[in-house]
């Protein structure tokens, strides 16, 4: 699987936008991105994941560059509990979806 | 709809005890993952089973682990003999290797061995 480089850390406003980058340069053709989260001492929570189009639901919107060398994952209005460990994995589907967790982005969202 | 549920939520032993963690998988998911996280190493994948059968064992630090799933319903990971450096959370997750859908977890295991 392609490796993925995400930021340490991030600091992020209440009540604004968080955007999450991650690069993924060496993604190859069948393999997608997947955003996980996980808040401090529970499992890692699935949040959205995309191919190449961008893609939204309830939780965040992905935005993959048109190359799909990176992506940007976006909470469009950060809330406290929004506050966990941000992993951006690239995975093909067709190898029964293993998942390769690197450090992940460390979100803290601050009143 | 139920998600994952592992048993037990925490696990204190001596070491040298055997230890045996337990998962149910989503109903309807046919593969199924047993991840470990510490501070040191991160999450990482222990083994994977598709359709019951372990596909992908590599992960799987000693032979003192073991890992079964007799049925579609339930896994099972075995420690025998514990050891200090085997305290960490131990995650089972669930997924469908027939589509792109996302793999769950469950709350995990917090395993300490004294």
């Known amino acids: 699987d392609a490796k993925t480089t995400q930021p340490t850390s991030m600091d992020c406003a209440e009540g604004r936008a968080a955007n999450l980058p991650c690069n993924h340069s060496?993604?190859?053709?069948?393999?997608?991105v997947y955003w996980y989260r996980q808040i401090h001492s529970q499992g890692p929570q699935y949040i959205i994941h995309?191919?190449?189009n961008n893609e939204t639901n309830e939780m965040a919107s992905l935005i993959i560059t048109e190359d799909r060398k990176s992506s940007t994952l976006i909470l469009p209005h950060a809330t406290l509990r929004d506050t966990a460990v941000y992993y951006c994995?690239?995975?093909?589907?067709?190898?029964?979806?293993?998942?390769?967790f690197g450090g992940g982005t460390r979100l803290m969202v601050k009143p | 709809d139920a998600g994952v549920i592992q048993s037990p939520r925490h696990e204190v032993t001596e070491m040298g005890q055997e230890v045996t963690l337990r998962c149910k998988p989503i109903?309807?998911?046919?593969?199924l993952f047993w991840y470990r996280q510490t501070m040191m190493r991160g999450l990482e994948l222990l083994i994977y089973?598709?359709?019951?059968?372990?596909?992908?064992d590599s992960g799987m630090p000693e032979d003192r682990f073991s890992a079964k799933m007799p049925n579609a319903s339930f896994s099972t990971l075995k420690i025998q003999p514990s050891e200090p450096r085997d305290s960490a959370v131990y995650f089972c997750?669930?997924?469908?290797?027939?589509?792109?859908?996302?793999?769950?977890f469950g709350d995990g295991t917090r395993l300490s061995i004294l």
């Open positions: 109903s309807g998911h046919n593969s």
């Open positions: 997750a669930s997924g469908a290797s027939y589509s792109n859908q996302p793999q769950h």
């Open positions: 089973f598709n359709n019951n059968v372990p596909i992908d």
């Open positions: 995309g191919l190449k």
């Open positions: 994995i690239v995975s093909q589907y067709n190898a029964g979806n293993m998942l390769t």
């Open positions: 060496t993604i190859s053709g069948n393999e997608y």
